[in-house]
């Protein structure tokens, strides 16, 4: 629940208080209705690249507005918010106060801090049950490290694609793990405390993986999460090929469960291929606590990726 402290001003107009509390800056702060001054095209954001839910988005900045308060928002998430840069995750929100399911309806995010929003029509898939909605987001490779807040809600209906009016804000907290790019990134994610382990044996034939940590071709392990159960709460590990530095061929990707690391529960992972910086490909599974495998032997090979330098 939101919390708002409301500061009782003197009759005197313009006397400024010391201490009121002052919200975060949003492109919607303080008047307007989606009928006064329009938004005009805007940069994409910083942190989230141009793929999944945001294929189709138009990057907006726009004047003050105030949010209206009044109409369908999203209520909760579930799903991975921990993601080394260039990794992605997919998200399950909750929503109410669509009483016909998402027909027509246009989602909007901002990324606290930067001057651009995206608007984004959305629709439920087959999969979803009512009431929640399947997203992917995916991260720039550059993105900076740290902890970033996305606030995501639903136009009010009163809107437009390049004039939204959002009902409220919804708060998701992300950290990124900043990495280095490349040519190649192997980006590997899971959401619970187990060491899972990445390999990505090179077209040599050599495997990059926690007990090979930097290889012959270029190839480095540059995060190994959870290592030996020693829980770090990061659940990533992600490999790459430096800049001019991948050879030409092919990749076998592997993902392995070296341990549940006393854990009884289901393990989901994601990993995402990065080719120069754009995703060329996401896969996604599941390993039970009795299918941990220390010795990688025989590997889960995911997929075969030919890389053409």
Known sequence: MRRTTVCLLPLLVGLLMAGCPQPPESPFRTVSSSGGERCVPGAQSEHLSGSGLLTTASWLVCPDRELSGDGPRVTAHEGTTTLVAGGSTELVLSYDGFP???AGATMVLWV?????????????????????????????????????????????????DD?????????????????????????????????????????SGEAIFWGNPIGASGGTL????????????????????????????????????????????????????????????????????????????????????????
């Open 163 to 203: 004039n939204p009016q959002p009902v409220d804000w919804y708060e998701i907290a992300f950290e990124i793990v900043s990495t280095l790019g490349g040519d190649l990134q192997f980006a590997l994610n899971w959401d619970t405390e187990t060491d899972v382990d990445l390999h990505v044996i090179d077209p």
């Open 222 to 309: 540059d995060l190994d999460s959870n290592a030996g159960c020693a829980i770090d709460g990061v659940q990533n590990e992600n490999a790459i090929w430096a800049a001019d530095e991948a050879p030409s061929g092919s990749y076998r990707v592997g993902v392995n469960l070296w341990s549940a690391c006393g854990s009884t529960s289901q393990t989901s992972w994601r990993l995402t291929i990065l080719e120069r910086g754009e995703p060329v490909g996401t896969f996604e599974g599941f390993f039970s606590p009795e299918e941990a495998n220390p010795e990688a032997d025989p590997l889960n090979v995911v997929t075969t990726f030919e890389f053409g330098g």
């Open 112 to 160: 606290q801090g930067e001057p651009s929003l995206a608007t984004v029509p959305v629709s439920a898939s087959g999969d979803d049950a009512p009431g929640r909605l399947t997203v992917e987001l995916y991260t720039r490779p550059t993105a900076p490290g740290g902890e970033f807040k996305l606030m995501v809600g639903f136009d009010d209906g009163t809107g437009t």
């Open 100 to 102: 016909d399911g998402l």
